[in-house]
């Protein structure tokens, strides 16, 4: 068993389905530090369209903290466990999260898709409030570009003008003359 210590890392935690605000809310009474990613979607009723707010990530909030605080975090109402990845609780970074509230701040109605991560080629962003991430292309379609958050599973949508984009490191494009050669 590995030792505890005091250094606080981010984490997800999994809660149940529609407590996502509620936990979020008793992190905070417990002055545990959290974020709960707030998405503003628009809704279509019969009457009327209206901009609700929903969690990015159904059933996920986050928690900064101690691996000390582990037992204190999972009693609280609504938490089913942490998230965990090769048996250890997956620390998230901080730079992730982040990419997630800066997404957040300057788009709205985000769609999420959940994905296997492929390798493809890897791009730095030039402009923008991405600027300077990097990461995998998964896919580009006119000028829409999918940007992969691998540790959480999840990619991001956003716009991202082909103009802005640096390639680092190209796949080379499957050659059958090459290949039989």
């Excluded at 505890?4 to 935690?13: F, S």
């Excluded at 996502?20 to 709960?36: G, M, Q, S, W």
């Amino acid at each position: 068993m590995e030792p505890r210590t005091n250094e606080t890392k981010w984490y997800a935690l999994y809660t149940k389905p529609r407590w996502e605000k509620k936990v979020a809310e008793d992190l905070t009474h417990r002055k545990i530090e959290n974020y709960c990613p707030i998405n503003k979607v628009v809704r279509q009723w019969s009457d009327r369209k209206k901009i609700v707010l929903e969690p990015l990530f159904t059933s996920y909030v986050f928690v900064k903290t101690t691996d000390k605080m582990f037992s204190e975090i999972r009693s609280v109402r609504g938490v089913i466990n942490l998230v965990y990845w090769l048996s250890k609780p997956a620390a998230i970074r901080n730079e992730e999260i982040d990419c997630i509230k800066n997404f957040l701040r300057d788009y709205d109605n985000v769609k999420l898709e959940k994905i296997q991560i492929h390798i493809n080629d890897t791009v730095r962003v030039m402009n923008g409030l991405l600027m300077e991430y990097e990461g995998n292309v998964i896919a580009i379609k006119s000028e829409t570009v999918k940007i992969a958050l691998p540790s959480l599973g999840y990619m991001m949508i956003a716009e991202i003008e082909k103009s802005n984009l640096k390639i680092i490191n190209p796949i080379k494009p499957y050659n059958a003359i090459t290949a039989l050669q």
